[in-house]
């Protein structure tokens, strides 16, 4: 029990500090999270998106142990298989949240879609696939890449409003200074978890 327990917060761990948040889970992106109105529908955005995250790894994880010997299977059924668990969390948390709880519906409704198919939920099985993660682990992995999501989406909001008073060319301003942004914010991440440029 120890062990999982130190596993899991290993991986949250990895996922929140070792991830290049920016690039590789806001680029999963849709004009929602580049158009935030408060830093309160961020972290609703996130929270979501890590509850989803957090549900469909447990799901996941069964899918990964049951086929992982049956190269098959990998191949040909392990993306389906994903998609199938992401979408059977979906409408449960659809059902369940319509039927129970309305007021949360409400506010959830137009993001539950966006935070749940999304590339970012995807990359975190094929990290725990592709690395053979335990339960544990892979429940800690997503954690922390559903915490370094929401901290990604928290940097755009508060960024796109250091840009909106910077003084900036015409040309440049809106969608194209938040890209380059990113990306600068991005690369720079990528320098500090030690990762070389490819050359």
Not at 89 to 103: D, G, K, N
Not at 123 to 140: C, H, K, L, P, W
Not at 159 to 177: D, T, W
């Amino acid at each position: 029990m120890e062990n999982g327990v130190v596993a899991f917060f290993a991986m949250a761990l990895t996922a929140l500090a070792m991830e290049n948040a920016l690039f590789f889970r806001v680029l999963g992106l849709n004009k929602y999270v580049l158009f935030l109105n408060s830093p309160k529908m961020g972290i609703l955005y996130g929270g979501v998106f890590t509850f989803i995250l957090m549900l469909s790894a447990l799901l996941v994880s069964a899918v990964n142990f049951l086929i992982r010997d049956n190269v098959f299977l990998v191949t040909y059924f392990r993306a389906p298989a994903y998609f199938v668990c992401v979408a059977v969390v979906y409408i449960a948390v659809y059902l369940l949240t319509r039927s129970q709880l309305p007021w949360l519906f409400e506010r959830i409704r137009h993001i539950l879609p966006l935070s749940t198919f999304n590339t970012a939920v995807f990359g975190v099985f094929y990290v725990s696939a592709q690395n053979d993660f335990r339960i544990e682990q892979t429940m800690g992995y997503a954690l922390g890449a559903g915490a370094g999501y929401t901290l990604a989406v928290l940097v755009l909001y508060f960024a796109r409003k250091r840009l909106a008073i910077s003084p900036i060319p015409r040309s440049f301003r809106g969608l194209p200074v938040q890209l380059v942004y990113i990306g600068l914010l991005s690369l720079a991440l990528y320098g500090l978890i030690g990762q070389g440029l490819p050359t």
